[in-house]
């Protein structure tokens, strides 16, 4: 009778060092600072172009059509054509260096993480925020289209996201998500729910402010791109400092 609990015990001891081993391994395999640090670095780039000019001056643009890239610069910025280029290259090339990254690290360590998902929500992302302006404009003005008032409702959140030079943090925050998922990873979801909170508080205190952009200083606008970049260089920094080593 007392070899029985032994036996018993043997199958349930092994399944749970077997699903141990997998937490482990799943931990070790996490490799989401890299790209928390890097989305944080380029917003900090980016902090200039949120500069405004003590006095304003015409942004260049499509003739007819609004600012080049008006979704990724934001039509309220006097920067706008210049953040729509950097964040039409920064957002592509932040994606495309994290899936490099994550291959290269799996490569050195057998651990690999499938990326095609998170690169495909980020260059569909990019793309959304260039045929942006293009979609919103139909869907305002185009008397036919029969838009619906909550259709409507979105459509202006959408356009004040972008008048603001936060339609990049929502590509940035979709394509964590993704990545969340894929690492299975509860922290970098948390960093990723605070990053995308901050976007929407801070998109949400100019709407109720209903500030014109001749009322703001030329400081304002930093605020649209300073605590969301800030809350991913601390929850790249800690997922950093606390990786357990492959």
């Known amino acids: 009778m007392s070899d029985k609990p032994h036996h018993d015990a043997a199958p349930g001891e092994l399944l749970a060092s077997m699903a141990d081993l997998r937490r482990r391994t799943r931990a070790a395999r ?67 260096i994290s899936l490099g990254w994550y291959r290269w690290r799996g ?19 990019t793309l959304a925020g260039v045929l942006l302006p293009v979609v919103l404009r139909f869907l305002l003005f185009n008397t036919d289209a029969g838009v619906s008032g909550a259709t409507s409702g979105v459509t202006i959140s959408l356009l004040g996201v972008a008048n ?5 943090h929502l590509v940035i925050a979709v394509g964590l998500l993704v990545l969340a998922r894929l690492e299975r990873s509860r922290a970098l979801l948390v960093v990723t729910l605070c990053f995308t909170a901050a976007v929407v508080a ?11 952009p001749g009322d703001l200083s030329r400081w304002s606008f930093l605020l649209a791109a300073v605590p969301p970049a800030v809350i991913l260089l601390v929850g790249g920094t800690a997922a950093l400092l606390t990786r357990r080593p492959a």
Request: hydrophobic share 50%; glycine share 14%; no cysteine.
């Open 107 to 125: 490569e050195r360590t057998g651990l690999r993480t499938p990326t095609r998902a998170y690169l495909r929500a980020g260059v569909i992302g």
């Open 164 to 168: 603001r030079g936060m339609f990049p």
């Open 30 to 96: 996490h490799a989401y600072w890299f790209p928390l640090i890097l989305f944080g670095l380029l917003m900090a780039a980016a902090l200039p172009f949120y500069l405004e000019s003590a006095e304003r001056v015409g942004m260049v643009g499509l003739p007819g059509d609004g600012p080049l890239l008006a979704a990724l610069g934001g039509d309220f910025l006097e920067h706008s054509t210049g953040l729509g280029w950097y964040w039409l290259v920064a957002l592509l090339a932040g994606f495309l």
């Open 202 to 212: 801070v998109n949400g205190w100019f709407h109720l402010s209903e500030f014109e």
